[in-house]
């Protein structure tokens, strides 16, 4: 304790003791007032290092120090950077700090970050720190970034759709509006070949040996046949129709999406090049989907309000509807066949659905309605525990819990992505963008 301090106050007629103890300091007057103080007057202590003052000033701030922004688009493999403003007073050390999901990034202490797939569908934040000496630290956080999208592959213009060989190895994407198919090496994604057509494609399927894919044709109403071995058109032929194309699980027909009547599937003859007997629906032909044993096909019906199921074993049969609240766009069967999934469109009256309906096949009941955005193409994925549905307006794809229809994630895509297909192993999803001239893949989380 450091000993007390007497200081003169003349005009009080007393003696006012200070004590200082530390950065405190406590002040007395005695009890006997009438009692002038003889002492003569001192000065108070100036602090010293054993004795600082008691009052520290406060270490000078930071100005205009701004919230950071991030730039660049938010997709696995492309570049972010962070945008820090203006700090001052100049110059400011800046050191920076990314985030994703709010867990920080190890080794991330760059002004740029790139996102790879495993952060897809995740959001990104950055953290700029400015230091000054004499000044306080300050930190500031920049706003959330959109979900990261997937990365891309280019293709031709306008691709349609695509199909994934049973391997995993191979995808082919038709591309519309460049009257080619574009080959890509799933192992690592890139497009090793691109094969030129007499038309322009709608629709793809792969043969039941794997060894060849057809190419489906509009403009000149073509069957394709392409040598998966060469990536080279092996032959074709005239079938007068084009539109969405199923392989059959003999390997010796295709079934093809549209005819001359409009209300007739065409079918086509590998062996023969031909065109056999069409299998009349009774309604316009919509999309066809193949169930995942090839024995059956789907078919939206949007006049009908439902989906016809076509058996490949009596395809002239009679055929089996599910019925549905709103027309289908397109349906998709889960691969033991007991639910089938429907994304509904616009009803003249009542609207748009903005749904995908969960059918159980036994009942032909609507077990689940499910609210997605403008859906479109969707597909299930081969252990059927996830169904993935495309919202083109929206451009995203939703992943959804099969077991529970809730919606797991919305994943950003292309613009206007128009059809999609699993790898046979379940782990990533490709998703064509028609406007974007690009393919997204999607690694399934």
């Known amino acids: 304790m450091s000993a007390p301090v007497s200081v003169q106050r003349r005009g009080l007629g007393f003696a006012l003791t200070v004590l200082t103890v530390g950065v405190a300091v406590l002040a007395s007057a005695p009890a006997a007032l009438a009692n002038p103080a003889t002492s003569a007057p001192r000065t108070l202590s100036q602090p010293t290092a054993s004795q600082p003052s008691a009052i520290q000033p406060a270490a000078n701030q930071l100005t ?240 009908d309000y439902g989906v016809l199921i076509i058996d490949t074993a009596a395809p002239q049969g009679p055929l089996r509807q599910f019925n549905t609240s709103h027309p289908p766009i397109a349906s998709a069967p889960s691969p033991d066949g007991t639910t089938v999934y429907a994304s509904l469109g616009r009803d003249l009256i009542t609207g748009p659905s903005n749904a995908v309906e969960v059918i159980d096949t036994a009942t032909n009941r609507v077990r689940a309605s499910i609210a997605i955005n403008a859906p479109s193409a969707l597909t299930v994925s081969p252990d059927g525990t996830k169904l993935f549905v495309l919202s083109t307006e929206n451009n995203t794809i939703v992943t959804i819990s099969a077991a529970t229809n809730r919606v797991l994630s919305r994943v950003p895509v292309g613009r206007t992505p128009t059809s999609l297909a699993v790898t046979p192993d379940g782990s990533k999803v490709g998703i064509t963008n028609y406007d974007d001239n690009t393919v997204s893949v999607l690694r399934v989380f």
């Not at 956080?141 to 990261?148: E, G, H, Q, R």
């Not at 191979?170 to 497009?191: E, L, M, P, Q």
């Open 64 to 303: 205009a120090t701004p919230v950071p922004t991030i730039s660049g688009v938010p997709q696995a493999g492309r570049r972010l950077t962070a945008v820090p403003g203006t700090w001052k007073p100049a110059p400011v050390a800046l050191s920076y700090r990314w985030k994703v999901n709010g867990v920080v990034v190890s080794g991330a202490t760059a002004s740029t970050f790139t996102p790879s797939n495993t952060q897809v569908g995740k959001r990104v934040t950055v953290t700029v720190t400015g230091t000054k000496a004499g000044y306080q630290t300050v930190s500031k956080t920049s706003a959330l970034t959109k979900p990261v999208a997937p990365a891309t592959i280019a293709v031709g213009t306008n691709p349609r759709e695509l199909v994934v060989t049973a391997n995993g190895r191979w995808a082919y994407v038709a591309n519309a509006g460049a009257r080619t198919v574009s080959v890509i090496d799933a192992t690592i994604g890139t497009v090793v070949a691109t094969i030129p057509l007499g038309g322009d494609p709608r629709a793809l399927a792969v043969s039941t040996n794997q060894k060849q894919v057809f190419v489906s044709t509009c403009s000149d109403e073509k069957i394709y046949a392409l040598n998966i071995a060469t990536n080279t058109v092996a032959y074709s032929f005239k079938t007068g129709a084009c539109g969405d194309l199923v392989a059959t699980l003999d390997g010796k027909s295709l079934y093809i999406g549209g005819s001359p009547s409009l209300f007739d599937i065409t079918v086509a003859t590998i062996a023969t090049r031909s065109i056999a007997e069409p299998i009349f629906t009774g309604a316009p032909v919509g999309e066809l989907t193949p169930s995942a044993d090839r024995k059956k096909v789907y078919l939206s019906n949007g006049d």
